[in-house]
């Protein structure tokens, strides 16, 4: 019904930057919150950033002032700017967002497959 598909990812040095993108297609009426996550090797997948169809927008505290995330809602795409990549970035970095697919229905949450991001020193 809905499909996420990241782009942008990719083999950077520190210090260096990033934009990623995500597209929303599919069976949709609106969108709420659209979120980039990332998750390393080993560990648990971790919010990056949020952002509201009103432009609110919220970050962890590891990306505060490197990372920005941004929204075109006639495009149903979110971004994520990442700048002063550090080597603690490398993840796999997906997208999600909470779609309402039909006037009235449930706000349902739905994920892209990932995009790789690796940072070397």
């Known amino acids: 019904q809905v499909q996420l598909v990241e782009s942008g990812g990719g083999l950077v040095q520190a210090g260096e930057f990033l934009r990623l993108s995500c597209a929303a297609s599919?069976?949709?009426?609106?969108?709420?919150?659209m979120y980039w996550y990332r998750q390393a090797p080993g560990k648990q997948r971790d919010l990056v950033a949020a952002?509201?169809?009103?432009?609110?927008?919220n970050y962890a505290d590891s990306v505060k002032g490197r990372f920005t995330i941004s929204r075109d809602n006639a495009k149903n795409t979110v971004y994520l700017q990442m700048n002063s990549l550090k080597p603690e970035d490398t993840a796999v970095y997906y997208c999600?967002?909470?779609?309402?697919?039909?006037?009235?229905?449930?706000?349902?949450?739905?994920w892209g497959q990932g995009t790789q991001v690796t940072v070397s020193s």
């Open positions: 999600a967002a909470e779609v309402r697919t039909v006037s009235g229905g449930p706000m349902l949450r739905y």
């Open positions: 599919g069976r949709i009426f609106s969108i709420n919150y």
């Open positions: 952002a509201t169809s009103g432009g609110t927008t």
